[in-house]
């Protein structure tokens, strides 16, 4: 048998450090790509709420204007102020679904988002506007959703 020099064992070395690198950087590049599409997740939700709020600082009630084109509607400002936030809040809970999936969110602080979803989905006012917005949440989020307790069928 032929002994292996020292030359050849740093040279293996060196071959491994640079795989080792090469592995890290591209570790390092999909936690950049997550933390970018999570970002673009949050501004477009930030973008949401804006849009929102100017909906209720103006008076008008974006269920019945955006989502049933319905401009003939009366609602007191608080009634409006609600049913906005109510779009609002299912806006920040889809990103916190997103930031989670990503694993940028910790079980601890998702279980405790769980139970505010819960609480919005069981306020029975705002069920129609649920009704409209499942249709454009992601399949998985709308299961966790749906697979909560229902107050509102009772």
Request: with cysteine; charged share 20%.
């Amino acid at each position: 048998m032929k002994k292996v020099g020292s030359d050849t064992w740093i040279q293996l070395l060196g071959m491994l450090g640079v795989l080792a690198g090469l592995v890290f950087v591209g570790l390092e590049m999909r936690q950049s790509q997550q933390i970018a599409l999570a970002a673009q997740q949050q501004a477009r939700a930030a973008l949401n709420v804006g849009h929102l709020n100017s909906f209720t600082e103006s008076g008008i009630d974006h269920q019945f204007v955006v989502w049933e084109e319905n401009f003939n509607y009366e609602l007191s400002k608080e009634e409006i102020a609600f049913r906005n936030q109510y779009h609002v809040s299912w806006h920040l809970y889809e990103n916190d679904y997103y930031q989670y999936r990503q694993g940028l969110m910790d079980e601890s602080t998702w279980s405790a988002k769980k139970v505010g979803i819960q609480n919005i989905y069981n306020m029975c006012r705002g069920r129609v506007i649920y009704a409209h917005r499942v249709r454009v949440f992601a399949e998985e989020f709308r299961a966790i959703v749906e697979a909560l307790p229902d107050e509102c069928a009772e």
